[in-house]
């Protein structure tokens, strides 16, 4: 008898369609963009973040994206600038400077080899 009951407990809610994911977070529609587009923005922001090993905190202020007060903001700028100079210099209209050719996943480049690393 209490196998029946729990069985019909449980079985309205096993026969229940699973429920829809939460809808996905939007973020705001971008303000204050000088260089990119707006469908450039996520991408682009995903592969500073990937490229530089930092937080989008790094050069935006906390709930204000739009906002220039943080310095890491303009350097990411010129930096954006820098990048699309040397690849239009490449005729087959490809990109083949990132931020990631020389971060490598660290805040600053690397300019020199590691330490002890001699030419081969």
Same mark, same amino acid.
């Not at 407990?9 to 096993?14: E, G, S």
């Not at 906390?62 to 210099?89: Q, Y």
């Given at each position: ?9 449980? &079985?309205?809610?096993? &026969?229940? $369609? ?5 809808? /996905? *977070? $939007? !973020?705001?529609?971008p #303000?204050n963009?000088k260089?990119? #587009?707006?469908?450039? =923005?996520?991408?682009?922001? /995903? &592969? %500073? *973040? ?9 050069? /935006? =202020?906390?709930?204000?994206? &739009?906002?220039?007060?943080?310095? !890491? @903001?303009? +350097?990411?700028? @010129?930096? +954006?600038?820098?990048? *699309?100079?040397?690849?239009?210099? %490449?005729?087959?209209? #490809? ?7 020389? !971060?490598?996943?660290? $805040? !600053? ?5 590691? $330490?002890?690393?001699?030419? @081969?």
């Amino acid at each position: 008898m209490r196998l029946l009951i729990a069985l019909a407990v449980v &079985a309205p809610l096993i &026969a229940q $369609e699973p429920q829809p994911n939460p809808p /996905h *977070r $939007e !973020h705001p529609a971008p #303000k204050n963009l000088k260089l990119l #587009k707006p469908d450039e =923005v996520m991408p682009t922001m /995903h &592969a %500073f *973040r990937i490229a530089l090993g930092e937080k989008c905190s790094f050069c /935006h =202020v906390d709930g204000d994206f &739009a906002s220039d007060a943080n310095p !890491h @903001k303009e +350097i990411a700028r @010129k930096m +954006i600038v820098l990048a *699309r100079d040397i690849n239009a210099k %490449f005729p087959d209209g #490809k990109t083949h400077v990132t931020c990631y050719t020389c !971060h490598r996943g660290n $805040e !600053h480049p690397a300019t020199a080899p590691p $330490e002890g690393d001699a030419a @081969k």
